[in-house]
């Protein structure tokens, strides 16, 4: 069984640009979950998707949001970059929404702004 | 909101000694779950913890959850190389959405 796959795996943009990640989860899994991980902050939840729908979503600005797919694909865009956004964006997919679900991670896709 | 914090942020520790981390929360979780990850690598699942007072145990790791479902804590027996890497652990709750929210980690480094 195929696991989580992120791309591109690595990215470099400009401040003010913008940019959009991919995730595409286990298959038969319909739970997508995207987090920011940086050294002084750790793992920061921004959101979940769950049959197209965002469940939840963390206190990040506006500048993040994302979307699911009917196949369960997931993406993240970024608008109007700035130099504090570059970090390692990992997303994770479970079987369910629901809380007694292991989540498996992706590669992650390594964001760098300049 | 909800935090969820680790401590330590970083141990080193000779290969054999013991290691523990240890995880808080500010409010009742309803679940948490421990992950590792390598450096340069993802968080991989190691377990979920349901239960008031559950203790589960793999190798020579042991999770417990506490009493009032606030805190949890990894011990690693022994420790060897194979262990370094970063240990999260992800508490939910009624007060996170049932949303699992990560702790700050701990860096566990392992002397040969």
């Known amino acids: 069984k195929a696991g989580v796959t992120q791309t591109p795996r690595y990215l470099i943009k400009t401040r003010g640009q913008q940019v959009t990640l991919s995730c595409s989860p286990i298959?038969?899994?319909?739970?997508v979950s995207w987090y920011q991980q940086t050294p002084g902050q750790g793992l920061q939840f921004l959101f979940e998707?769950?049959?197209?729908?965002?469940?939840n979503k963390g206190n990040f600005p506006g500048r993040f949001s994302g979307r699911q797919f009917s196949n369960s694909r997931s993406e993240m865009n970024v608008s109007t970059l700035e130099l504090g956004d570059s970090a390692l964006y990992l997303c994770?997919?479970?079987?369910?929404?629901?809380?007694?679900?292991?989540?498996?991670f992706g590669q992650g896709t390594r964001l760098t702004v300049v | 909101g909800q935090q969820v914090m680790q401590i330590p942020q970083y141990q080193h520790v000779q290969e054999g000694e013991d290691f523990t981390t240890y995880c808080n929360s500010s409010?009742?979780?309803?679940?948490i779950q421990w992950y590792k990850q390598r450096p340069g690598g993802h968080p991989v699942f190691l377990i979920q913890?349901?239960?008031?007072?559950e203790v589960k145990k793999q190798k020579r790791l042991t999770f417990q959850f506490g009493e009032a479902k606030k805190n949890s804590s990894l011990h690693i027996t022994a420790t060897q190389t194979t262990d370094v890497g970063t240990y999260f652990c992800?508490?939910?709750?009624?007060?996170?959405?049932?949303?699992?929210?990560f702790g700050t980690g701990t860096s566990l480094t392992v002397i040969p």
């Open positions: 994770a997919s479970s079987l369910w929404h629901k809380l007694n679900t292991e989540a498996f």
């Open positions: 409010t009742t979780l309803s679940n």
């Open positions: 992800a508490g939910s709750g009624l007060d996170t959405g049932n949303q699992f929210y």
């Open positions: 998707y769950f049959s197209e729908t965002q469940r």
């Open positions: 913890l349901v239960k008031s007072g």
């Open positions: 298959s038969g899994h319909r739970s």
